[in-house]
């Protein structure tokens, strides 16, 4: 990239009264050292020019300013700071008008209240979304928003992040005034012109009253505060941000100014800020898989899905949510049926939220097409398989796609485990068959593993992540293996706490120890939830196979045996009494795990929550090692991504391996070798691992490599 400076990304131009402020920084404005020294020299000018009778600062490209520059954080800061710019902005002796288009976000919404005046067109997004990034909004957010829009909507803003349009900002009074065409500078200008027609003074936010009613402010502050404790388990920043705007209603600006200064740096200083920031880069690297920028997607307009069930009914809805068409397959009438009953009670459970009408729901269901033949897939784009997980039913399935789908259809397979190569190798046109794996409720989570067979064609990934894009999910590009790569790693920590249950942790201290790092439930819940039918039944499959001299722990089988599945049949690990969601610890399940302790030979010990989470993550970051080195995950952070919007894995500690390398890799290592003293046959250590510890590097060393 060439060298900037900060005439080139912010530029100076008099037009008649008015000085041009353009901020033009590609991709999005962000507010780098330079657009921060171009935006003060820029206010020097204006204060210095005679000519000058106002400034209007609009950003060049598709946004005003995405705020703050992210990559800075964790560096050294550069003068000037942002809050200092923005204090600079707002003592401007004429009127400063700022003009939004596209995003006028944390730092950039933060520029816009620091002006005299707003303006903002159609399509404009204005937010405080720092708390995403395990921030607050730091150069005047948190005293300048509760002054213009009062204690209420400005915490409502903050807490949440959320991006607002035009229309709720002109509402809020966060704004001036609505520009009635797209073109933000033509409507800045005209608002200028305006403004200096009727000698519009200089106005400064600092000076709003917007929190003239003290007791009411402090009584929203105190209600936040609340509902904030309640609601953000374990996040840092959220608390802040109510002291921050608790200390905007209590005292006069420049104190308040002072004290978001010191909470801001602290929350720079936190690791969530780190983890957060990193799941914020990782989630856009993951778009950048060789093959999309090699190779242009296929057509996507027609889908098909064959099976109705919990997944085929899953993917249905999140393909008719994208505005497509989809055509189910299944077996015969009655499965169809069923199949459409499912994607049908999606909708009448928004219908009965009130958040669906009738008429709606009529009209994306005209988009569903059933059939019980595969003649009906003869024009799909993409066919997505998702029938029982069985290589001889797949492959069947994949046969009469092969005879019926036009050429250049796209063949997919939601298989959670199955060798996808031997899938495709059974057709005749194994460069269109991939693995896109989603995860279940398909219509809700995010996450969808994009595998990738040996022989599939460049443009069928580009089109799988096409998909993502119009699904809005969130691609990972994952290699063919048992479990690619999130069901692989599930399986070894759920062996890592099996194991310490049969060893002496209960699961509910596992469980207990689990959420308390931040997942949004332990291991034993989960299976609870999921069914533990689903779990056994895969044992059962590959215990012809399995390693005869790996640990086995058969607690989970006891309870199958017994007819014990879960919350579905009203125990599990856990019992569901009168069909409660909750679930309480059960004595019986505790019998059963002594009875099995005594059966395997092991006096049980006591363990730590700390020892607990060691193997834990020791067991996860060691598998995910494992999958970077076989080149099952392009980069540690696939991996990371994958934990984060699959499998529950707390945002704000970034991932597993972000999380190792926080930690620090020699110290996992050493855990694994510790452990290994018990158990060598599991505590392998990764290759990747002990070699990364040997060259004194990290995981982010190997992020650029994709
Ligand atoms: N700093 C640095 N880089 C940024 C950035 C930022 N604030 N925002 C986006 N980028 C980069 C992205 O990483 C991406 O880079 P890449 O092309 O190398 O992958 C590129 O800009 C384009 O971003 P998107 O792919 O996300 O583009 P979209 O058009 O889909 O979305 C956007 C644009 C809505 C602006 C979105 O990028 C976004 O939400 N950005 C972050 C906004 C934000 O969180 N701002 C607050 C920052 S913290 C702050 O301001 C602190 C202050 O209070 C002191
Ligand atoms: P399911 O049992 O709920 O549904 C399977 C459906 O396929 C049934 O409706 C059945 O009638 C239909 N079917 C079976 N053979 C068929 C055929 N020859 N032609 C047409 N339809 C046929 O199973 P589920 O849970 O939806 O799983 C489907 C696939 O998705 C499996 O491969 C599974 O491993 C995978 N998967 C499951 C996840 C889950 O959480 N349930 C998550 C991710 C993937």
């Not at 992540?465 to 048992?482: I, N, W």
């Amino acid at each position: 990239m060439p060298p900037t400076s900060s005439a080139d990304v912010v530029t100076r131009e008099l037009r008649g009264k008015v000085l041009l402020v353009t901020i033009d920084h590609a991709p999005v404005n962000a507010l780098s050292a330079d657009v921060r020294r171009g935006l003060l020299a820029a206010i020097e000018a204006a204060d210095a020019d005679h000519a000058a009778e106002a400034v209007l600062i609009v950003g060049a490209g598709r946004n005003f300013i995405a705020g703050a520059d992210i990559r800075e954080f964790g560096k050294p800061p550069v003068p000037p700071s942002l809050p200092d710019v923005c204090n600079r902005i707002e003592a401007c002796t004429k009127p400063v008008i700022a003009a939004i288009h596209g995003a006028a976000l944390g730092g950039g919404l933060e520029v816009a209240l620091a002006a005299h005046y707003r303006l903002a067109v159609e399509g404009a997004k204005l937010g405080l979304p720092e708390v995403q990034l395990g921030l607050l909004p730091g150069a005047g957010g948190t005293q300048r928003t509760p002054r213009l829009i009062g204690a209420q909507a400005a915490l409502d803003l903050i807490l949440s992040g959320r991006h607002i349009g035009a229309k709720e900002a002109l509402a809020l009074g966060l704004i001036d005034r609505m520009g009635e065409s797209g073109d933000a500078l033509a409507e800045g200008l005209a608002y200028v012109h305006e403004l200096l027609a009727v000698h519009a003074p200089v106005r400064r936010t600092r000076d709003a009253t917007a929190l003239s009613d003290r007791a009411a402010s402090l009584a929203a502050a105190a209600k936040a505060r609340e509902e904030t404790a309640k609601k953000s388990r374990g996040l840092f920043s959220p608390l802040k941000i109510v002291e921050a705007v608790e200390a905007a209603i209590e005292q006069p600006f420049d104190e308040g100014l002072k004290l978001e200064r010191k909470l801001f740096l602290q929350c720079i200083d936190s690791p969530q800020r780190a983890g957060l920031i990193h799941a914020f880069f990782a989630e856009r690297e993951v778009l950048k898989a060789p093959e999309t920028r090699d190779a242009k997607p296929r057509a996507l307009d027609s889908i098909g899905v064959v099976g109705g069930g919990t997944m085929g009914a899953g993917i249905a809805v999140a393909v008719l949510d994208a505005g497509l068409p989809v055509t189910m397959i299944e077996r015969d009438d009655a499965s169809l049926a069923r199949g459409r009953a499912h994607v049908e009670k999606v909708y009448d459970g928004l219908i009965a939220k009130g958040r669906l009408t009738a008429e709606k729901k009529a009209a994306i269901l005209a988009r569903w097409s059933g059939s019980t033949s595969y003649d009906a897939l003869a024009h799909a784009d993409l066919v997505i398989e998702a029938v029982f997980e069985d290589l001889g039913v797949k492959k069947a399935v994949f046969a009469e796609l092969d005879r019926v789908c036009k050429p250049g259809a796209v063949l997919a397979t939601n298989t959670s485990y199955l060798d996808i190569d031997a899938i495709a190798a059974s057709i005749s046109r194994a460069a269109d068959v991939i693995g896109l794996h989603f995860f279940s409720p398909a219509n809700i989570m995010k996450l969808l593993e994009v595998v990738v067979p040996r022989q599939v064609s460049a443009d069928v990934v580009a089109t799988a992540f096409e998909l993502a894009k119009k699904l809005r999910k969130t691609p990972v590009r994952a290699g063919v293996c048992d479990g690619f790569i999130g069901n692989r790693l599930l399986a070894v920590y759920r062996a890592a706490a099996d194991a310490m249950m049969e060893d002496g942790a209960s699961p509910y201290q596992i469980d207990a120890a689990v959420r308390a790092f931040g997942f949004p439930m332990g291991p034993f819940r989960v299976i609870d939830l999921a069914g533990g039918d689903i779990g056994w039944a895969t044992r059962k499959r590959r215990a012809a196979t399995r390693n005869p001299n790996a640990r086995y722990v058969q607690i989970a089988d006891r309870l199958c045996e017994r007819g014990w599945f879960g919350q579905k049949t009203g125990r599990g690990f856990y019992l569901y009494p009168e069909g409660s969601r909750s679930g309480v610890p059960d004595p019986e399940v505790e019998a059963i795990i002594d009875a099995e302790r005594q059966r395997a030979g092991v006096t049980p010990r006591n363990f730590t929550d700390e020892e607990i989470m060691r193997r834990y993550m020791a067991a996860l970051v060691n598998e995910g090692a494992n999958v970077v080195h076989e080149g099952i995950a392009l980069r540690p952070l696939d991996v990371d991504v994958t934990l984060l919007y699959g499998y529950g894995f707390p945002r704000y500690r970034g991932g597993p391996m972000k999380y190792a390398d926080m930690v620090g890799l020699p110290a996992i290592l050493a855990d694994i070798r510790e452990f290994a003293k018990e158990d060598p046959l599991f505590w392998q250590a990764s290759p990747l691992l002990v070699d990364l510890v040997a060259r004194g590097a990290d995981f982010a060393s190997l992020n650029q490599a994709g």
